[in-house]
């Protein structure tokens, strides 16, 4: 294998070329006999040809503008190598190739008999040599050297510091003036009708973070509030779909039309305070619909949007009063914001960086996203080099502070991007796949990477591990901004629009993507490209237009002929009628599908015809899909994950899959059998109470991954759960386990087998499955364990203090139903809790009233965010728990408090929230505080 080789958009797919043409020459294919040799000619040729297109990218990155010649020679590669791939696939599937070599040797015996398959075979060999050695005769007209290598692939975490950075986002240098200021505007008593407030500036400048910071801080005075993205191309009916989700208005199982949309929100909000962010607004005929859906009332309801045109900010609030100019930061503000990226604090630097970083921020004119980026690119350097950063300093264009300009901002950007070794320049150009404003999965982005072949892996490395880990540098870069679930974990990210232009921009110029916005886009590119030697090679459909738009796929106006070597298609739109047409590209290796809402019925039949599919992704909850009756041949898929309401059936035999690794499926659909390979390393799914099932799934040993939720329609019993046990032990690679009962059940004869838990459990999820206690052997087993969810009937001090002897215990949810009254102290000493830095606490019953929670000094050192819910609270809290000034790193208290509906008009809201606030101003630390009480 050429594991030395870099994946780039410009050098094509070099790599998983040179693989499978490695794998040509192996035993397997010995049968062939001249045809190896003739592989191995174009095996070494390519590599040549491969190192030159290196050398080039570097080039263009010294600043060096390439001769026209020389780019039209590496496009002309780039072409070449697709074609020679996808021609290489087909020879390997007329041989029976795959991954499947039961039978190999004497299946290709029998087919090479035939003169007509040698024939076949040597023309098509011939003519992928005579292509190489024209583009290799073409290569010796040009002469260039001085080039520099890329580094090697190592495996990348999160930044700390860049993560803080972004979790504080709303406390970043030089934003509290501006947001006393606006808050000062919004919460004016004397305005009780409903206001309007604009922030203007041009990309970068902070304009989402300042409303996002107002939002957090002055929500908790509204009935309800939302946080709504509209971006440049708005889908004004998904939009205000967001809006009614948000505020949970029932929605109509029916098709809706925007005037029935607007008419549920005006009326849930008729007699409501509310506050709403409409950020990155564009068009002015965007807002003359979305306010439509704000009624007018007398209860100091606020609006606030952001937007970088003026006459679009001008024109949201009707009044100049109401706008807000974003400014620069200032210079103290930018050094503060620019050291603390690149050096942790941000006091200062280095002397001998004093005067290099002056003249870096100079440039960067003060606009926060040009000074992260900057800053991160030289943080995520291995060793800090003042040629380095005087490298950096000249590659900066025209300082912000004279000319606040896209083109600009986008030189910054620019600088970022050549700045990344080649593999990830590929891998950051891929989520040109994605809309503006929309949140990426990090597992499904790296699993596309992989299906690729974008990621490499050395031997011993996880392809999965490496895969996140390039996700990982791409946020430690500054280049994506980190999306974070409930419990803190980087789950996705989020482009920023200007990156977002930049990208699309460069796959343009590298024919890597081609995006469809509109049925008629998706004509243009199929003319274009059939008038072209750059065919199209991936496809991302984000029509927002109306259903007509989908008739052009369902007409197949654009035959497959012109779309013929499309390898990757990424559909995000309201309708899959077009599926039928797009499911004819027989190269397609990933299939990515995510509609959200809308769709009753999608067809997939047709994927067992994709024989070179590697990845199948499918998002829409309240969608029926239809699988094919047969997928075996399927023989290279590695993903298969599907999410929506109803699958009419699943094949029988996706047991046979051999490469199959990630296994999701939605709820409601049993799998009775597991894949007979040992490739398993991702499963989600509803499994059967049955002890052989348990059995085998105790032999998938490479998971890593594992998800069960059972229906509850089966009855279960302390021997299927002990069998579940002693299987799930069994499991030495697991990382991440999530038992889900939806009745939930008791779970301590499921728990009892597990005393041999793998000790390479990171995270343990079961919150449906209760306990009566906390068993004993967690806190020897589970050394590695970083999130716990788990319930618990009975707690108690020493419950509590065998889970505060977890050294590596990050997040902890904890779900407990007292019944008796007394005190739960957590912990004392230094080493209780050590790394805790979230603590949920669930308190079921009437466990307020009756039972105290209790920190003792020296608990929880790094705990920063404590949450406290009571479920089905029927009498008043007279004290919030004892202690609370003992964790010392404590930044915020939520409290959460469900009530019986009948009894929610006599529950004693106000002094239960006094009570809780008064201790949270008592800490030292001052936390922030939020309050909820509902029925």
Not at 472 to 501: A, F, S, W
């Amino acid at each position: 294998m050429a594991s030395g080789m870099v994946v780039s958009a410009s050098m094509g797919v070099m790599k998983p070329l040179l693989t499978k043409l490695t794998v040509l020459m192996g035993d397997e294919y010995k049968k062939l006999k001249g045809v190896r040799k003739q592989v191995s000619f174009l095996k070494d040729e390519l590599t040549t040809m491969s190192a030159f297109l290196e050398k080039l990218a570097f080039m263009d990155d010294d600043g060096g503008e390439l001769d026209p010649l020389v780019k039209d020679w590496r496009n002309h590669v780039r072409e070449m190598t697709y074609d020679i791939e996808d021609c290489i696939d087909d020879f390997m599937h007329q041989l029976g190739g795959g991954a499947d070599a039961s039978g190999f040797l004497q299946k290709t015996a029998r087919r090479l008999k035939t003169l007509r398959v040698r024939h076949q075979i040597a023309n098509q060999i011939d003519e992928i040599k005579a292509r190489v050695i024209e583009a290799n005769q073409r290569r010796r007209r040009y002469e260039l050297d001085g080039c520099s290598n890329s580094r090697a692939s190592e495996s990348v975490a999160i930044d700390p510091r860049l993560t803080a950075l972004y979790q504080k986002a709303d406390n970043l240098v030089g934003i509290d003036g501006p947001t006393e200021e606006l808050i000062q505007l919004l919460t004016d008593a004397g305005q009780q009708k409903l206001m309007v407030v604009s922030i203007v500036g041009f990309g970068g400048l902070g304009k989402t973070t300042l409303a996002k910071q107002v939002y957090d801080k002055i929500g908790q005075q509204f009935d309800c509030k939302a946080f709504v993205s509209v971006s440049q191309r708005p889908d004004i009916a998904r939009l205000l779909r967001t809006i009614q989700s948000k505020f949970n208005i029932q929605e109509s199982s029916q098709a809706r039309e925007v005037q029935d949309i607007i008419d549920d929100i005006r009326y849930y909000l008729g007699n409501k305070r509310y506050l709403i962010v409409v950020d990155d607004l564009w068009k002015q005929e965007a807002w003359n619909i979305i306010h439509c859906a704000f009624p007018e009332n007398s209860n100091g309801s606020r609006v606030i949007v952001t937007t970088r045109v003026e006459d679009v900010a001008c024109w949201a609030c009707s009044n100049h009063r109401y706008i807000y100019k974003m400014k620069a930061l200032d210079s103290d503000d930018s050094k503060k914001l620019f050291f603390n990226r690149v050096f942790g604090f941000e006091d200062g630097c280095p002397s001998q960086y004093e005067k290099v970083s002056a003249e870096i921020l100079k440039k960067c004119g003060g606009l926060p996203l040009a000074i992260i980026t900057i800053a991160s690119l030289l943080a995520c350097r291995p060793a800090r080099i003042m040629q380095e950063w005087e490298r950096i300093r000249n590659s900066l264009g025209t300082p912000f502070g004279t000319n606040p300009s896209l083109e600009g901002m986008r030189q910054i950007l620019n600088l970022s991007y050549k700045n990344l070794p080649l593999h990830l320049r590929t891998c950051l150009l891929y989520l040109g796949n994605y809309p503006e404003d929309y949140k990426i999965g990090r597992n499904d982005v790296v699993r596309q990477w992989i299906a690729e072949g974008f990621v490499r892996s050395s031997p011993g490395q996880d392809l999965e591990d490496v895969g996140q880990s390039y996700f990982n540098e791409l946020v430690n870069r500054g280049l994506i901004q980190p999306e974070q679930n409930y419990d803190r974990e980087v789950t996705g990210c989020r482009v920023h629009d200007m990156m977002l232009d930049l990208i699309l921009s460069k796959c343009k110029e590298d024919n890597f993507i081609s995006v469809a916005y509109s049925g008629e886009d998706y004509l243009s590119i199929a003319r274009q490209h059939g008038y072209s030697s750059n065919k199209v090679r991936r496809l991302s459909l984000q029509f927002k237009a109306a259903e007509s738009d989908c008739t052009v796929l369902i007409e197949g106006k654009a035959t497959p002929a012109h779309l013929a070597q499309v390898r990757s298609i990424s559909l995000f739109e309201k309708s899959t009628s077009g599926l039928p047409l797009l499911l004819r590209f027989k190269y397609l290796r990933v299939l990515h599908i995510m509609l959200g809402h809308g769709c009753e019925r999608a067809d997939l039949t047709a994927v067992s015809k994709l024989l070179q599919l590697r990845c199948l992704i499918f998002l829409d909850y309240g969608c029926k899909v239809e699988l094919p009756s047969r997928i075996c041949d399927l023989v290279h898929l590695e993903t298969l994950d599907i999410a929506c309401n109803v699958i009419t059936s699943i094949p029988l035999d996706i047991v046979s899959l051999p490469c199959l690794s990630d296994l999701r499926l939605p709820g409601g659909v049993q799998l009775n059998c597991l894949p007979n390979s040992k490739s398993l390393r991702t499963l989600v799914i509803c499994p059967p109470l049955d002890m052989d099932f348990f059995k085998a799934l105790g032999e998938q040993t490479n998971l890593r991954d594992l998800r069960l939720y059972f229906d509850g329609k089966e009855s279960s019993t302390a021997s299927n759960l002990d069998s579940l046990g002693s299987s799930v032990g069994k499991l030495q690679n697991l990382r991440n386990l999530k038992i889900y009962f939806q009745f939930g059940i008791s779970g301590d004869s499921l728990m009892g087998s597990l005393s041999r838990f793998p000790r390479s459990i990171e995270i343990l999820d079961m919150q449906t499955c209760c306990l009566s206690r906390v068993p004993r052997w967690i806190n020897v087993a589970l050394v590695n364990l970083r999130r716990l969810h788990l319930y618990v009937s009975e707690a108690s001090t020493d419950e509590v203090s065998i889970l505060g002897e977890l050294p590596s215990l990050v997040f902890l949810d904890l779900n407990l139903r007292l019944k008796s009254k007394g005190t739960i102290m957590f912990g004392g000493g230094e080493g209780s809790f050590p790394a805790l830095e979230d603590l949920l606490l669930r308190c079921v019953g009437d466990v307020a009233s009756h039972s105290r929670l209790c920190f003792l000094a020296g608990v929880m050192p790094k705990l920063q965010r404590l949450v406290l819910r009571f479920w089905i609270c029927e009498l008043g809290i007279d004290t919030a728990p004892v202690g609370m000034e003992h964790l010392s790193s404590l930044q915020l208290i939520f409290v959460d408090i469900y009530v019986l509906q009948e009894k929610i008009n006599v529950f004693p809201r106000d002094a239960v929230e006094h009570v809780f606030r008064q201790a949270a101003q008592a800490h030292p630390n001052q936390p922030a505080f939020e309050f909820h009480c509902s029925g």
